[in-house]
């Protein structure tokens, strides 16, 4: 049986890309800075953006903008964007996103995978089917389980883009040892890990394309699906470990989920709010979403209606399970700070439970470096969360 080998992976997990295209106008934005009647718009535009108005008309005229200018037609650009200010009256909120149903599925196992560092726990290399498409994940669980026992289920969301990381796999076979089972997507578009490892003689890749969060929580649910029908799974309940992409997605599953989502541990979030992360790109703000320019090929209104579906702040009101929310203390200020500000700040007004946490110290990835002092930190006091809200199976080992 082939070992499972595990190495670091340094990378920016908040890059992401959905495709190669750029609306036009759109190219090179950031070497430009806006005009007064384009920073005018920006400044108008910000709020009944952020409050999930149907903005649409108003967004079409500042890419009408966008385009006359990249055209050297600074006049008639100026024009577009007096006009796209004028837009933002009366507007009305957009309609309430609409969720499919809830997808099911079943494993197939692929390949069984050893974790050198934890003998006593089995990693397999599952597949199942979701929205037509192939995906593929991990499954990890005790070597021996307990005869007849229920095992608390953990789902896990890696961050960026780009497969499962390895090193990770150390982290979750702890909690695998503490008395839980993990189950693990790649999610859709994404090489199955992070590294170059070939099952069966070739490298697998999820179906489908990435940076479609619809579609990345359907990876989600129809997993947990699977595992709710394996013999030693707790049906019908989760609780949810996710870093920056996947913490975004995840967050969205726990809301999806309903009363089915125990608790959430989220670490660094990227797209929580992701009507911020667009309105930076507009005005020239550091650059977080660097697919934002292929997303913007869609008709205004299909965009607006998007970002609602990606956004759990305008989703918050789904989620029943207390919170645990971490942010790297190292990079404060950030639209990432500034996102779980506003997140937190819906939480408050819904009066859900919940638990922010700014590790010192801490950079965007640091729960990736499992013996460094912010991950040891954050390890504590998550923990102590499970603890009291979703406790592992109490094995008397």
Known sequence: MKRLFLSVLLVLTFTVFAGDTVRPGLERIEQSMPDADEQAFLDAFKQPFFDGLDVSAALQCWFDGRLLSQQKQNRLAKVKWMEASHKLKDVKPLPKTEWGPWPDATFTVVKALNLPSHPMV???????????????????????????????????????????????????ADLVELGYVIIGPAMRGEDVFQFPFPINGKELKCEGEIENLDGE??????????????????????????????????????ARGGAKAKAVVSYDAWLVNPQRYYWDRMRRAPRNWDSWEDFCNQPP????????????I??????????????????????????????????DKLKKPYKYETIPNGGHNFVLYRDSLPA????????????????PLKTGK
């Open 217 to 254: 929580v359907n990876d989600c649910l129809s997993m947990l699906s699977a595992a709710w029908k394996l013999p030693y799974v707790r049906p019908n309940e989760f609780a949810m470990i996710g870093h920056s992409f996947g913490a975004g997605v995840g967050l969205l599953a726990a």
């Open 376 to 391: 040891k930190l954050a390890w504590k006091s998550q923990m102590a969360f499970l603890e009291a809200n979703y406790p």
């Open 122 to 172: 089995n990693i397999d290399l599952v597949e199942w089917s979701v929205d037509n498409l192939k995906e593929y994940g991990v499954l990890l669980y005790p070597k021996n389980p307990v005869k007849d026992a229920k095992y608390p289920l953990f789902l896990y969301c890696h961050g960026a883009a780009f497969g499962l990381p390895g090193d990770f796999m150390n982290f979750l």
């Open 301 to 312: 209104l299909p965009q607006l209606t998007g970002l609602l579906k990606r956004s759990i």
């Open 314 to 347: 305008h989703n918050a009101d789904m989620l029943q399970c207390p919170l645990l929310l971490f942010i790297g203390g190292a990079y404060e200020g950030s639209v990432f700070h500034e996102s779980h500000s506003d997140f937190t700040a819906v939480l």
